[in-house]
């Protein structure tokens, strides 16, 4: 599951609260429900590409402005990219900044990968989306990293050049070309940002060994728990997906073949914004199509481990909106 910190995600609802767009409308126009639990409007710890995805899609309609991402990457602040933000400000030239960058990114947005690639004359750092990142995802992480190089060298420095996977119109073009003082290149293989090698070795103006060598510590340590958290919830995925019945499936068992308790289990999948109950559900809507109609439905029931056959009609009607006999009909007279 692709995420985000809840700080990255909330620093767009900050924005459009200055374009007067409110945040609880802009949050029900998109369906969002991953707060901490339902009762609190506090957001969960980590935010779904999907909802990023939709909140940046929103945003660019409700304001009119298909390059809203643009413009959100030119008002970022040190404090929306966390603890790698401070990391970043505390680095004592590009070079530093650039490597904390590819190591930490994902503790922002693990939404995509970032390259670095150097020769003689041009440094180009180059991000790998991931494929279901729209455009505004793009546009907004490639002019914050411009906008916060700015702030930490020179307002004037600018790049040789940026180019695009997307396709932007003239007017479009020449709009990001004049902030970013250099030709924008669409439709190009990869997005990336290309600058003098000589960039490198400029000093930042907030260079701080002590400081810095505190937050490259912080850093690490959050990224391995990302990491962690991120193989607890696969393993919880691979274990369910394996076992041919879902009898008598439960989180004491699974937690027992991962070698930690409930209670752990538990934990470690709420800071992914996650429960068991979430994963096990999942798997049983994955396996049921397959399994309605080359079977009696009570067999059915029995291999997703419900205790009874109503329990399992009334999870189907919310899975489809239909009962498990509708839908087997259904699928009949499609095949005629």
Known sequence: MHTLADHYFSSILDYL???DVDNKAALNAISFNEYVNKNSQQL????????YNALLSFASTALNNPLFGFELGKHIRTADY??????????DNLS??????????SLVADIGKAQFLSNSDTATVRWLAHPSCNEQVVLRNMTAWVSVIRQLISSSLSPSSISFTYNWQLKQQQHLESWFACPVKSNAQYNQINFPSGYLTLAFKTDNAVINKTFKQLSEQQLTSLKS???ISEKVKQLLTAKTTLQNCNLLGIANALNVTPRTLQRRLKK????????????????VVNLLGNMPLTEVSNILGFTDQSSFNRAFMRWHNCSPLKFIKGNIQNQK
């Not at 603890?83 to 680095?91: D, Q, R, T």
């Open 44 to 51: 969960a710890p980590r935010i779904s590409l999907q909802s």
């Open 96 to 105: 530093n900044a650039i490597q904390a960058l590819l190591n930490y990114d």
């Open 272 to 287: 992914q914004s996650l429960t068991f109950a979430q994963l096990l559900e999942k798997e049983r809507k994955s396996r």
């Open 17 to 19: 609260q200055t374009q």
């Open 229 to 231: 958290q991120g193989c």
């Open 82 to 91: 966390g603890v790698l933000g401070y990391l970043i400000e505390s680095s």
